[in-house]
């Protein structure tokens, strides 16, 4: 075994042994909606990238974009109507110096806006990575106009110098801060709050080791505290972890805090943090032994409730990229706060000559405890303010910053987990469904470009559909929410785009409106509508927990269109299903059809082969789809097929069939190249069917079968082929026959028809 994987094994052991499973871990989205200009809002200016930086102004109506060397004002309510924008171009002089100190000018050397904060007199603090050497100023957006005041404020230690690196800032109270590295080498990470007097983490690896920034929330753990305590900041990360004896690097992932009153210790710690204090967050994924690496944090609060029940929901992506899992996982905020509270912290002991084993602490802690803020207690004793603390809490606490514990999620296990996605920004909404209850819908953006709504029913994951919002694919690196609009804003490196939180009018049937399951929308039996749920007048069919569709009216008989083909021709009956969920099946006539070498199932069709009389009758394409209470069926569409024998397509080229669809009918050219493509697929696939040619991708059935299958077969099947395509596959079959007693022969045969078919 792999030195680091037993190491980590005995690291994580406790975690991956406490996950039951019942629900699988690849989660599949109901619906896959494809790129569509539609599908959001896009704002994207010819030249200028890396949208990634937003600032929300829901008081002055707009959306504060921050991309590479521009920031724009955008309308809230469409992000495509620019209001304003502000250029911040780096100087020659200032690229020439970036660009001797061996960055790239082209991509480096510029200026990345990386903050945008609103401050208390409602102007805007702003920051760029400027060519390495990082600056910020102050704009205002007034009379419809962006300004930069030019006042040129040094960005270090606020906005990363590297635009590749990442970063997290917050302003609270007009203070700003901030996690980033501080110096041109990024090697130097620190935790700043910029005031007055400005405080900031020691620079040791205990505290920050390698880290990797992700995100920063406010707590107002003050309010009506009975103990008097402070409002916190928190920082999420991920860094290399010290206390894994580990031969390799392994990194983890963190939670921090610090009080919002602390101003640093007297000798010790001057113009540090005195309550700095971090622990793992952990997000055990069944199947993986290395810890997963946090990517995104979300903050959801309740209004109405006490900080206490408010939740982080983040997302985590794998240390190693096999397994290709992305995860959810949701943490309780007073979880968190009890473990830096009440919890044991690890220290450092040296064992034999120079190595560091990170054990439990197990002696007497020092009062005030060090970590915590000022609170009664230490007021009681005299403790107005951290410079207030004894030198025995501060050297603890320098030396000490990691507690023991590790920060469990909720449920111990995610939310959600999904393969082939790797998931990048979270935002939650709470919404209240048609039977009362609030459910918090989780909108998660990939680094496909795709954004995914997702909810979490009762331990159950559900993917209600995946979005491509973005076209190029590229990752979303922000996501914003605006509760005053009801969107959501994302942000990728080729643009910006507003994205609504439902659009229930894409499901066409109360079937379809009832199991996708969307807390957003029901079936109003009034209009006949998949509706959001705001605006129905009527009590709208819905069953989110269930997707219980019995609840739908019967739905109205689906109208059949009618075709008309002829023997000996290839036909495809299209039946796109609604649902990836779902299974489509046929019937011919009441009776259910068998796929065969004449019948063809496709994901969203049915292909029919040489036609004949004996294919004629109504066909009826059914959904299967299985929700939490039954199975439900309903017909997609329905063809009458009648075959026209005055004309067979025998004795030359398969006759291309007229389509005759009620529906929307293409263009007669469209369907001819439509059928012309069918046709060689068709004879393709016939011929893969008939075993004549070995399957390019090997999915076993085919070797094991015997070589011969009758050549009498063949010679007829090639008889009815059009002449062009059969010189091609006769060719190649009697290139190589000796099929399947010489694999490495037959991977050859498969590539040289492959190249032959791209030819025609
Ligand atoms: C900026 O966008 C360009 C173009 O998409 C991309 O190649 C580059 O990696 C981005 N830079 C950063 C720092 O994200
Ligand atoms: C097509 O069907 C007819 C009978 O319906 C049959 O004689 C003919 O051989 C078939 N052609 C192919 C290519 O299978």
Known sequence: MHPLRSLTVFCLLPLALMLDEDSPLDCVPRRSVPYHR?????????????????????????????????????????????????????????????????????????????????????????CGT????????????????LTLEKRAEDGKGKCPFDPFQRYASIMVDNDLYSATSMNFLGSEPILMRSSPVSIRTEFKSSWLHEPNFVSMAQMPEGDKSEEGDDDKVYLFFSETAVECDCYNKLVVSRVARVCKGDLGGQRTLQKKWTSFLKARMDCPVLESQLPYIIQDTYRWCDPEKHWKECVFYAVFTPQSDTSGLSAVCAYRVSDISKVFAEGKYKTPVTVETSFVKWVMYSGDVPVPRPGACIDNKAREAGITQTLDLPDRTLQFIKDRPLMDQSIHPIGQKPLLVRRGATFTRIIVNEVQAADGEKYHVMFIGTEEGTMLRAVNYNGEMFI????????????????????????????????????????????????????????????????????????????????????????????????????????????????????????????????????????????????????????????????VERSKTEKYTYTVVEYQVSVNPARSGR???????????????????????????????????????????????????????????????????????????????????????PRNNNHTREEGASLQYIDDESEI
């Open 464 to 623: 209600i559909e995946e979005i491509q919002v973005f076209h190029p694919p590229g990752p979303i690196k922000i996501l914003k929410f605006s509760d005053n609009m009801g969107h959501l804003y994302a942000g990728s490196d080729s643009g910006a785009a507003q994205i609504p939180l439902a659009t229930c009018e894409k499901s066409s049937t109360c079937m379809d409106c009832v199991l996708a399951r969307d807390p957003y929308c029901g079936w109003d039996t009034a209009v006949k509508k998949c509706v959001p749920l705001s605006k129905s007048q009527s009590e709208p069919i819905q069953s989110v927990k269930e997707g219980d569709a019995s609840l739908c009216p019967p739905a109205d008989p689906v109208k059949p269109s009618s075709l008309v083909i002829w023997p000996g021709s290839n036909q495809k009956l299209n039946c796109p299903s609604p649902s990836n969920l779902a299974k489509t099946s046929w019937e011919r006539e009441g009776s259910t059809l068998e796929p065969s070498t004449r019948l063809q199932f496709l994901p969203d069709g049915l292909l029919i082969f040489n036609a004949s009389v004996k294919d004629a009758g109504r066909y009826r394409c059914t959904s």
């Open 651 to 737: 004795g030359g080229l398969p006759l291309l069939p007229q389509a005759q669809t009620d529906g929307p009918s293409v263009t007669g050219l469209q369907v001819a190249v439509a059928l012309l493509v069918i046709t060689l697929l068709a004879l393709l696939a016939w011929n893969f069917v008939k075993g004549h040619l070995p399957l390019p991708w090997n999915c076993g059935k085919n070797v094991s079968e015997p070589p011969q299958r009758g050549h009498g077969e063949e010679a007829l099947n090639s008889a009815s082929r059009p002449p062009p395509v059969e010189d091609k596959l006769l060719v190649s079959e009697v290139d190589y026959t």
């Open 38 to 126: 539609d599908n959001a809002r896009v704002f994207h200016e010819e030249g200028v990238f890396n949208y990634s930086t937003m600032l929300l102004r829901e008081d002055l109506n707009v959306l504060l974009l921050g991309a590479r060397e521009a920031v724009y004002a955008l309308d809230l309510n469409d992000i495509s109507k620019k209001l304003a924008a502000v250029k911040w171009e780096v100087t020659q002089q200032q690229e020439d110096e970036c660009k001797n100190k061996g960055k790239d000018p082209e991509t480096e050397c510029k200026n990345y806006i990386r903050i945008l904060h609103k401050m208390e007199d409602d102007r805007i603090y702003v």
């Open 130 to 145: 400027n060519a390495f050497d990082p600056e910020c100023d102050y704009m205002s957006y007034t009379d419809g106009k």
